[in-house]
T-cell receptor, first 114, second 115 residues
Framework: KAGVTQTPRYLIKTRGQQVTLSCSPI?????VSWYQQTPGQGLQFLFE???????NKGNFPGRFSGRQFSNSRSEMNVSTLELGDSALYLC?????????????FGPGTRLTVT | AQSVSQHNHHVILSEAASLELGCNYS??????LFWYVQYPGQHLQLLLK??????LVKGIKGFEAEFIKSKFSFNLRKPSVQWSDTAEYFC?????????????FGQGTILTVHP
């Protein structure tokens, strides 16, 4: 089975711009979660989608948004980029069946804001 | 809200030494516990997990972890480390009994193993 894929892998943007990151989950997985990883704050949860609905949201400003499509692929968008948004953005997928919930992570998108 | 604390930021060992990485969480209810590893330049990989049952769980590459409910701990162990174990290790907790929910991660522990 192919793993979680994320595109693009690297991205450089300027302050004030917006960016869209994409994630394709493992085939058959219906849950997609997004995390931000930085040296200072570590891994922080952004949001989770299941069947095109956001089920959980972390403590991030409204500039961070996401969506999920009917094929379970997900996108996250960051508007009005700030220098502090520079981070590795990780996507994780899960089958989300029953109480045995495991998340499998993709390689991440490295976003640099200049 | 749950939180996770990893006591050691950086651990340096020689090959064949034993390893124990501490992890404590704060949440009074049922939890699912995980250890992930991130090798240099690679993505996060699941090492092992605990959902219920035997509190001693075994994972890949000879790692194991023990869940001690009374201490809110889930420490990772390996009897003899190898140079290839050099990586960053993350403990994570999720509220148990549900098919959804976020993972809350600890700050990570960098393990450096000298040959």
């Amino acid at each position: 089975k192919a793993g979680v894929t994320q595109t693009p892998r690297y991205l450089i943007k300027t302050r004030g711009q917006q960016v869209t990151l994409s994630c394709s989950p493992i085939s058959g997985h219906r849950s997609v979660s997004w995390y931000q990883q930085t040296p200072g704050q570590g891994l922080q949860f952004l949001f989770e989608y299941f069947s095109e609905t956001q089920r959980n949201k972390g403590n991030f400003p409204g500039r961070f948004s996401g969506r999920q499509f009917s094929n379970s692929r997900s996108e996250m968008n960051v508007s009005t980029l700030e220098l502090g948004d520079s981070a590795l953005y990780l996507c994780a997928s899960s089958s989300a069946k029953g109480a045995y919930y495991e998340q499998y992570f993709g390689p991440g998108t490295r976003l640099t804001v200049t | 809200a749950q939180s996770v604390s990893q006591h050691n930021h950086h651990v340096i060992l020689s090959e064949a030494a034993s390893l124990e990485l501490g992890c404590n969480y704060s949440y009074g209810g049922t939890v699912n516990l995980f250890w992930y590893v991130q090798y240099p330049g690679q993505h996060l990989q699941l090492l092992l997990k605990y959902f219920s049952g035997d509190p001693l769980v075994k994972g890949i590459k000879g790692f194991e972890a023990e869940f001690i409910k009374s201490k809110f701990s889930f420490n990772l162990r390996k009897p003899s480390v190898q140079w290839s174990d050099t990586a960053e290790y993350f403990c994570a907790v999720k509220i148990g009994g549900t098919s959804y929910g976020k993972l809350t991660f600890g700050q990570g522990t960098i393990l450096t193993v000298h040959p």
